[in-house]
T-cell receptor, first 114, second 112 residues
Framework: QKEVEQNSGPLSVPEGAIASLNCTYS??????FFWYRQYSGKSPELIMS??SNGDKEDGRFTAQLNKASQYVSLLIRDSQPSDSATYLC??????????????WGLGTSLAVNP | DGGITQSPKYLFRKEGQNVTLSCEQNLNHDAMYWYRQDPGQGLRLIYY???????QKGDIAEGYSVSREKKESFPLTVTSAQKNPTAFYLC???????????FGPGTRLTVL
């Protein structure tokens, strides 16, 4: 059973701080990883995709991938109260045959305090 | 504007009734998905379709049915066999399976 694991939190940071969210995965064959943000009562929204080892930056967001250690992280710089949400990590399930889908973590709840 | 639409936004159903949730996309995506999310819980995959006229069961398919007659549409029927159908239902699509998925706004189903 392929798995994606996240610390459920809640993670609480003060406004302006760096929030660090982590995700580990079990399938060494996974080649791509996705971070989604989900506000309460809303649908998930894709915020970052990462495909190769190292860092990928987009505005205040940085995704970091370490395939050897099988983890992917999301850093949010200058955290704002509007960043308060649940962050979901997803990776492809690298199954044999025709059964291809994303495997989802349960999400980490982030609270940014003014 | 390209995107995914789901209707209705809120749906109320009496016990014993079947109900169909609509999902339409104009992104020209091959793959479509249905998820269920309960309060404070993660996403659970109900059904998915990688191509027209083909679909596979997800992790919690019992009590649900789908069809994929058109590339743009992937309706989900919640049948009376689903014992606890009250939940937030999310439809998503991707260019192909394993790529990033894009979500519709969701349908909140309440069984009275």
């Amino acid at each position: 059973q392929k798995e994606v694991e996240q610390n459920s939190g809640p993670l609480s940071v003060p406004e302006g701080a760096i929030a660090s969210l982590n995700c580990t995965y079990s399938d060494r064959g996974s080649q791509s990883f996705f971070w989604y943000r989900q506000y309460s009562g809303k649908s998930p929204e894709l915020i970052m995709s990462i495909y190769s080892n190292g860092d990928k930056e987009d505005g205040r967001f940085t995704a970091q991938l370490n395939k050897a250690s099988q983890y992917v992280s999301l850093l949010i710089r200058d955290s704002q109260p509007s960043d308060s949400a649940t962050y979901l990590c997803a990776a492809p399930g690298h199954n044999a045959g025709n059964n291809r889908k994303l495997i989802w973590g349960l999400g980490t709840s982030l609270a940014v305090n003014p | 504007d390209g995107g995914i639409t789901q209707s209705p936004k809120y749906l109320f159903r009496k016990e014993g009734q079947n109900v169909t949730l609509s999902c339409e996309q104009n992104l020209n995506h091959d793959a479509m998905y249905w998820y269920r999310q309960d309060p404070g819980q993660g996403l659970r995959l109900i059904y998915y379709s990688q191509i027209v006229n083909d679909f596979q069961k997800g992790d919690i398919a019992e009590g649900y049915s789908v069809s994929r007659e058109k590339k743009e549409s992937f309706p989900l029927t919640v049948t009376s066999a689903q014992k606890n159908p009250t939940a937030f239902y999310l439809c998503a699509s991707s260019i192909v399976a394993e790529n990033e998925q894009f979500f519709g706004p969701g349908t909140r189903l309440t069984v009275l």
